[in-house]
């Protein structure tokens, strides 16, 4: 496998950051992972920062933390962004009040790590509306990423946009004018809560954006990953259906053999009920090689009903628990849906 393959057609020094504001106050970068201990002791089911030109010294910044028990924590909040410039010299750091990412490596190595106070409650709570925000716990976690299989990338550069159709160039805006950075890691590191450190080894995903992301006319999506002990992975991302019924944008992947064949899903579990784990996740994605079929169950699971940052969408944002050709892993599943959801 080439470079050029491992990066998925980009330059190593565009999985660095922006080194001061950018000129155009609509551009956003944006680094989070979705991380998994890989024996199932807790999740990390989103922790990412989304800087906005706009209001590029003050960031917004999301934490999840998830646990077999239900227990759910949460830190949502905005904090003030550090220099881009790491011990390197090169704009390597995006940070945000208590969450620090680094590029350690362009496409082979990061970091994160946070140190602050999340709301403490959990996802029954969360499902029905009432947690309680004055609860609060300290958490930190420190962790190293190891990429584990080449970059996916989205690059939908303006001018790819403007040679569009009109539906494709929505939903492309949707994903972000620009470019978006998807890939699968191997991770270790420590996690302190409760007032105890635990050492983990873990699983999961990193995303890194830089793009102009207008959000008018998103419909809802289906998004999962997963890396399994062998090597392989997976990946992709569906819309539903446009309005005239055809098919929304439904690209992906599957890593396998040390080859990365696209993909398009055939078989998505939609957003249609609010449990706290063990809902459908199974999927099915259809490549050269023919169907490949992979088993999931939710867990470490994370919901906001009616979220306000999305409209009044129903989000769900959890872990998942995959099984494919006798070979079990933790990996991602968000999903999201205007419509009314099945409570329990």
């Not at 992975?233 to 080859?259: C, K, L, T």
């Not at 699971?301 to 009044?312: C, K, L, V």
Request: glycine letters at 12%.
């Amino acid at each position: 496998m080439t470079a050029k393959d491992w990066t998925g057609g980009l330059r190593p020094e565009q999985d660095l950051m922006f080194p001061s504001r950018p000129d155009d106050p609509e551009m956003r970068e944006s680094a989070s992972i979705w991380l998994f201990a890989e024996d199932g002791s807790f999740g990390f089911p989103r922790i990412g920062i989304e800087a906005e030109a706009s209001n590029w010294v003050q960031r917004r910044f999301q934490a999840n933390f998830a646990f077999p028990d239900g227990r759910v924590l949460n830190a949502a909040d905005i904090g003030a962004a550090p220099s881009a410039i790491g011990p390197d010299g090169q704009p390597s750091i995006l940070g945000a009040g208590p969450l620090v990412f680094r590029c350690i490596e362009p496409f082979r190595r990061w970091s994160v790590g946070f140190d602050g106070v999340a709301v403490d409650s959990d996802v029954a709570a969360q499902i029905g509306q009432a947690v309680d925000p004055s609860r609060r716990s300290p958490i930190r976690f420190e962790a190293e990423l190891s990429m584990a299989a080449p970059a996916w990338v989205q690059d939908n550069a303006p001018e790819r946009v403007a040679k569009m159709s009109a539906e494709a160039a929505i939903e492309a805006a949707n994903m972000g004018v620009g470019y978006r950075i998807e890939q699968m890691f191997r991770a270790k590191g420590w996690l302190e809560i409760d007032g105890q450190t635990r050492d983990f080894r873990a699983v999961g995903s990193r995303i890194h954006r830089q793009s102009i992301r207008p959000l008018a006319g998103f419909r809802g999506h289906c998004w999962q990953s997963a890396l399994f002990p062998d090597g392989r992975a997976f990946g992709y991302i569906a819309y539903p259906p446009r309005e005239d019924g055809s098919d929304g944008y439904n690209e992906g992947y599957v890593y396998q053999d040390g080859r990365m064949y696209p993909a398009r899903a055939v078989r998505s579990p939609w957003l249609t009920r609010a449990i706290g784990q063990g809902d459908d996740a199974s999927l099915e994605l259809e490549t050269e090689l023919g169907i490949a079929r992979i088993e999931g169950a939710t867990a470490l699971s994370t919901f906001r009903i009616g979220n306000p940052d999305m409209g009044g969408f129903n989000l769900q944002q959890t872990g998942a628990r995959y099984r494919w050709d006798g070979q079990s892993a933790y990996g991602m599943l968000e999903r999201s849906t205007p419509e009314a959801i099945a409570i329990g």
